[in-house]
Structures are given as C-alpha cells and as structure tokens.
C-alpha cells in the first residue's frame, strides 16, 4: 500500500508551502514535490495604476527584500522615461541600497534560519534548533549575525528613505544623496563588519569543507545556473547582462541584453503548484530548467571585483576543480561570499564622493515600455511592465527569483526524499527536517513567488496510495 | 519609575492593509507629540535586529492592531519570553524581548497595546472609523501613561 507524506507549510522559509511525498508499499519514494498553495495575483492587481508608483507599490510584495522590488520597478522605469544612464551620483546611491540589502538578507538568512541546521545537526532536538538555541550556544555568532543585518538595514534606510518600503529610487534617478554626516556612521562600524563577515564566511567555509562527504550529495545534482554578469564578466549584482551555463560550465548564451529575456527565457505552468516553472527556450523545459542565486552567481562570473570575495571565489571554486559547483548545500558558502563582496561594496561606495553630488536625476524620450532586471539576496529578478499614453501600466510581468529556483528546488526535495527518506522505518521530525534544509538552502521567499503573506506551521499527513488520511503530525 | 528612564515605542503592521495599519498610525501620532524620553519607531514586521535596538531601553512599548482583544483596545505586560523556534523572517514581540536579553543583556519592561481592528481582508490605506476611533482612545491612554510613568499597573482591557 502507497502512502503520502505532506510537508506543510514548510519552516524557516518565507511564505507558505508544502511538500509531499509519496511512498510505496516499502516506504519507497515514488514521488515527491514542493507545492506552492498561495496565489500571487500582483501582476493583475497594478494594471491601470500610473507607472511611476511602481516602485514604491511593488515593494508591498514582500517585507522581506522590498529593495529588490524597489530598484528593479525603478530600473523599468527608468526605461519608460528614457533614462538611459543614470547620474553616478543616483546610480550609486541605488547600488549602496542594493548591497545593504544585499547583506542584511543574507546574514539573517545565514546566521538565524539557517546556522540552526548546521551548528546543531539536521536530526538535533527542535527545541534546541532555533535561533534561540543559537543565541544560547553561540551567542557570538547570534550577535553578529544581528548587528550585520542592523547595519545592512540603516545603509537601506538612509538610501532609501525607510528600513522597508522606502522611497528613494525614482524613474530616471534617486531622491536624495547620502550626507557626509550618514557617511560618516557607517565608515566608523564599516572595519567591525569587514571583520564580521570574514568570520560569516569562514564558518560556512569550514561547514562545507569538514562536512564534504556528507553535503556533497545532499539535494545535489547537476544543473544549468544563470545570473546577470558584468560586461568583463566579473559579478554585478546591480546590472549586467544575462549569462547561462550549463553543470561543466558551458556558456548557453552569454552577454544577453536583459530587455530581450522573452527571446530566451519561458516560463511553463503546472496544475500542481501556483508558481511558474522558467527554461531556457533553446533547452526546453526539460533540459532548459536552471539554478539562480549565490551558488549561480558564483558559478558563473569568471571574477569578483572585491579582492577578499575573489580570493574566497577562488577557494570556493577550487573544491570542485574549477568547473561549476552543484552542490546544494554551498548556496550557503557562496551566500557569505557574497555577503563579504558587499561589505567590501559597501566601503568602496562609502568612501566616493559622488555619493555626495546632487544630480539626481535624468530623463530622455519616454517610452511604452520597460524591463528591469537585478541579482537579488535569492536570485535574478525580472520586472516587465507595459505603459500606455496615459501613464498607466497596462501590463506587469514579475519573474521573482524563488520562482527561477521552482524546478531546482523540486529536484532537492526529490534527492534528499529518495536519498533519507526512502525505506526508513519510521518518518521522524529530524527525517523531514531533511527535506527542509535542502529548500532552505535556497532561502526561498514564497509570499515573493506568490504574494501571500504566510505563518508557518509545520503539518505533516500521511495518506495512503487511496488518499486516506493515516497520520498527520504538526509543529508551529 | 524615574523620570529619566528610557522609552520605545514600536508600532509595526502594513499600512496598506486596512486596520493591519494600525500600529504604524498610533507610532505616528505618539512620534508627532514629542514626549520627552520617548523615541519610536515603525516597522511593518518584527525582525531580529529589533533587538539590538529594544535593549538601548528600559521600556518597550509595542503597538498592533488585534482582530481579537476587547474593544477599544488592551494593554498588558509582556512577561513571557519566547522559547520556540522561529518559522519565518519575521519575530514576535516575545521573540525580539528573547533575543535582546539573551544577546544583550536587556533588562527591558516590556508592554504589549493591542487596539481592536475590524478589516484587515481588503487592500487600502485607510483605517475603519471604528479602528480610528479606538485607536484615539489608546493613544490618549498611552500619552497619560508615559507621562505619569505608571508602568507597574495590571493588564488591562479598556
């Protein structure tokens, strides 16, 4: 007799999801999948309003990484007013938004939804794996990982106006420069970080190495990755150009202008989950499916403009010979790279006077339409809108990078589901806890993919193979 | 209470959610009267740095819209501390009250004012007349607290 076993919703995640697993009569997986059950709606929603609401509006698709919304509905619409290049002053303000927000995602992702997992072992007892347990054990670490995500959030506030929901870019520009006395805030704490982040990356770093055996196959398996790059090719997590790989590291394209995404980028639909499936078109959808995030972005620049990130890219890239790197489980050591390149951004950024300047903004021959496209914390983020003469937005295509992540993270739940699920006598919490380290790896944001806010209790259901309810087990 | 402890009051919610907005809506009112010793803030969720700020003080206000307490709103001590994992980016009250004592030392009070709400389904940015109703009462309630610094009263449901 088959049973179903459901994962739902999903913890330390944002949003709500849920797995299910389906097992034979011998407790053999024979299916399992990460659903997604809340429906987003939001490209409906903002038809018929004026575009330059845009980024201000798009960024109530989540609490948890506005500014990404934020800078790319701005960048769109820097199209549709024809602002072709942005002042330094405006472009750079936008990019020391874009890294404070950059490190405050992912230290807390790292430090406090996810260093449970690793510092307490994935079957360690759930009263004890929990950001809790951490302040108590490693209250360092827990300290840290608080006050890197404090400073990534006063760089956002004093960029953009407020923590969440600011409003400092604007079509064509920004709204304000950074004072010499904010810059000064941030340059006294700015060696403090530094510190702090080489220690982030360190303890990812030794994670992976001293754990290889184990994370090497955990959730892994050979994938495509894309990521914008710069035009030299090194990482841009602000603009670029589109470039895809595939697992030996192949260029599939490479240098693409994003406005021509929908040249090589569709999305498919299943009836199964409410968020879409994106390929690359010459691929299809079976071969074309493609990882994005810090492990993509890793894989596919050939440098880090930052000296201590490219040494660390360097290393991170030498564990896998130096071709692409498809473990699951270094999304997490690429993560602290990439937090070490921000802070490294940051103090770049800090230390420019044209931070200062107050040309804020341009504008040129307006425009009906606008792509926009950044390197979020989870990935690349596509915004697509339409604009007719009236300035209202008649059509909004978001492709968030949760989304980019749909098959990838599938397929991770579906190894470590066959992998430790398979054949054990008994499900147990630490058993499913298995499935959710692998989505973690992600960080995915669910209410991002599909707009929704969620609370996350865990329910787990077995059914058997004729859908009857056996057991069903919950945690909040 | 002496009179130059230190006091935070976090109102935090969506705005764009109705009634949700009413703890943004009585921070800005409470920011506007610039009480002595009184610093707030606005958040539309909790999150863990939070705690890094809540233990710079000795009193903790936070401010939420409720679908459940009595009307026009309620205010209590905060005493239990949070134990349990978190499931998602944003924290509790309890949860950030946690954090700060056990990552920081904090020896903060902290008050939990809950002002009934009615719509929180709906997009838009204004409250209910009800929702605005009670939170006029809460704010003249919280006002009159700070300024007599009775802070060792009982939970209460006004």
Redesign the interface.
């Known amino acids: 007799m088959s049973k179903r076993v459901i994962i739902e919703p999903v913890?330390?995640?944002?949003g709500h999801g849920k797995v299910s697993i389906l097992l034979d009569e011998n407790n053999k997986v024979t299916q399992a999948r990460f659903h997604i059950v809340e429906f987003r709606g939001f490209e409906r929603?903002i038809q018929g309003r004026p575009y330059w609401e845009m980024p201000v509006v798009v960024q109530?698709l989540c609490?948890?990484c506005p500014v990404s919304h934020h800078l790319a509905a701005a960048k769109a619409m820097d199209v549709i007013v024809g602002a072709d290049k942005l002042t330094p002053t405006a472009e750079k303000m936008r990019r020391l938004m874009h890294y404070g927000q950059t490190l405050?995602s992912h230290a807390?992702h790292f430090f406090?939804?996810c260093s449970?997992d690793l510092l307490f072992g994935f079957d360690a007892d759930?009263?004890i794996?929990?950001?809790?347990g951490v302040?108590?054990k490693h209250?360092d670490l827990?300290?840290q990982?608080?006050?890197l995500?404090?400073y990534g959030?006063e760089i956002i506030k004093a960029t953009a106006g407020k923590?969440?929901?600011g409003t400092g870019a604007i079509p064509g520009g920004i709204n304000k420069n950074l004072s010499t006395n904010e810059r000064d805030v941030f340059l006294k704490d700015i060696k403090q970080m530094l510190v702090w982040a080489r220690g982030a990356l360190k303890v990812a770093k030794d994670y992976t190495v001293e754990n290889l055996e184990m994370v090497k196959p955990f959730g892994s398996f050979d994938s495509n990755h894309l990521s914008l790059v710069r035009s030299d090719g090194a990482m841009d997590l602000y603009h670029g150009n589109l470039r895809a790989i595939d697992a030996e590291g192949n260029k599939i394209f490479d240098q693409v202008d994003y406005s021509k995404y929908l040249d090589y980028i569709a999305e498919e639909v299943k009836s199964w989950s409410y968020m879409k499936f994106p390929f690359i078109k010459s691929l299809g959808p079976e071969k074309g499916w493609y990882r994005v995030g810090p492990l993509a972005r890793v894989n596919t620049c050939d440098f880090i403009d930052t000296p201590e990130a490219e040494e660390a890219r360097k290393e991170f890239m030498a564990v896998t010979d130096n071709k692409p790197n498809n473990i699951t489980m270094a999304y997490h050591w690429a993560r602290m790279i990439e937090v070490l390149h921000s802070v490294e951004k940051i103090n770049e950024l800090l230390n420019d006077p044209d931070l200062q300047g107050n040309d804020l903004v341009v504008k040129g021959e307006r425009r009906n339409e606008g792509i926009g496209l950044l390197e979020a914390p989870r990935g690349t983020l596509f915004h697509h809108y339409k604009v007719n003469d009236d300035d209202q937005v008649t059509m909004a295509n978001l492709i968030v990078s949760t989304t980019n992540n749909n098959i990838p993270m599938n397929r991770a739940v579906q190894k470590v589901a066959a992998d430790h699920i398979s054949g054990a006598p008994e499900i147990t919490e630490g058993l499913l806890n298995h499935i959710e380290v692998a989505i973690r790896a992600y960080d995915p944001c669910l209410s991002c993919a599909t707009h929704a806010?969620?609370?996350?209790?865990?329910k787990v259901t077995l059914f058997d193979y004729q859908g009857n309810e056996i057991e069903t087990k919950t945690k909040? | 209470m002496t009179d130059n402890q230190k006091i935070l009051l976090i109102g935090f919610g969506?705005p764009?959610r109705a009634d949700d907005g009413l703890g943004p809506s009585v921070a800005e009112k409470i920011e506007a009267q610039n009480l002595p010793n009184v610093t707030v803030d606005s958040?539309?969720?909790l999150?863990?740095?939070d705690?890094?700020?809540v233990a710079e003080y000795d009193i903790v206000i936070f401010a939420d819209a409720s679908q459940n307490c009595a009307e026009p709103f309620s205010f209590e001590p905060l005493n239990d501390r949070?134990?349990?994992?978190?499931?998602?980016?944003?924290v509790e009250p309890a949860?950030v009250m946690?954090?700060a004592e056990?990552?920081?030392g904090s020896k903060a009070k902290a008050f939990m004012l809950g002002i009934r709400g009615y719509e929180f389904d709906q997009?838009g940015a204004s409250l209910s007349e009800k929702a605005k109703t009670n939170m006029e009462k809460a704010i003249d309630f919280i006002v009159d607290l700070i300024k007599t610094k009775n802070f060792n009263k009982e939970a209460a449901c006004f």
Do not use: C, W
């Open positions: 913890t330390r995640v944002e929603f109530r609490g948890i405050q807390l406090h939804l449970p759930v009263q794996r929990n950001v809790i302040a108590l209250k827990a300290v990982g608080v006050m995500r404090k959030q923590k969440i929901h806010m969620g609370k996350m209790p865990l909040e | 969506n764009a958040d539309y969720q999150t863990v740095e705690s890094a700020q949070q134990e349990g994992s978190f499931s998602s980016h944003s949860q946690t954090l056990k990552l920081f997009f």
